[in-house]
Nanobody, 122 residues
Framework: QVQLVESGGGLVQAGGPLRLSCAAS????????MGWFRQRPGKEREVLAI???????YYADSVKGRFTISRDNARSTVYLQMNSLKPEDTAVYYC????????????????WGQGTQVTVSS
């Protein structure tokens, strides 16, 4: 069982940066793939970035070049650095964890945080 707690959301002006953090419980964090997702009003939850346990990363086209996922296994924490934010990035942001085979579809993931609101003003 893994518990995830996101932090770092808030209100930011367009073009600004924001960093989200997700702290995980448990001592097997390094064996989990970690992902960041978001859900915009009226939309389905979408993947933004994945950090596999072997160090590989994946980015959705919509955030490639603007967002960076990183992880600190010693602190059992995964981060999402978001730069050049746009009003359309406004959403609830979630981190997720999974062991084993990982897909970009959110239904594939096992553990979820409670979400943190990010609002980008124009």
């Amino acid at each position: 069982q893994v518990q995830l707690v996101e932090s770092g959301g808030g209100l930011v002006q367009a073009g600004g940066p924001l960093r989200l953090s997700c702290a995980a419980s448990g001592r097997t964090f390094r064996s989990y793939s970690m992902g960041w997702f978001r859900q915009r009003p009226g939309k389905e939850r979408e993947v933004l970035a994945i950090s596999w346990s072997d160090g590989r990363t994946y980015y959705a086209d919509s955030v490639k070049g603007r967002f960076t996922i990183s992880r600190d296994n010693a602190r059992s924490t995964v981060y999402l650095q978001m730069n050049s934010l746009k009003p359309e990035d406004t959403a609830v942001y979630y981190c997720a964890a999974k062991r084993g085979l990982v897909y970009t579809n959110y239904r594939n993931w096992d553990y979820w945080g409670q979400g943190t609101q990010v609002t980008v003003s124009s």
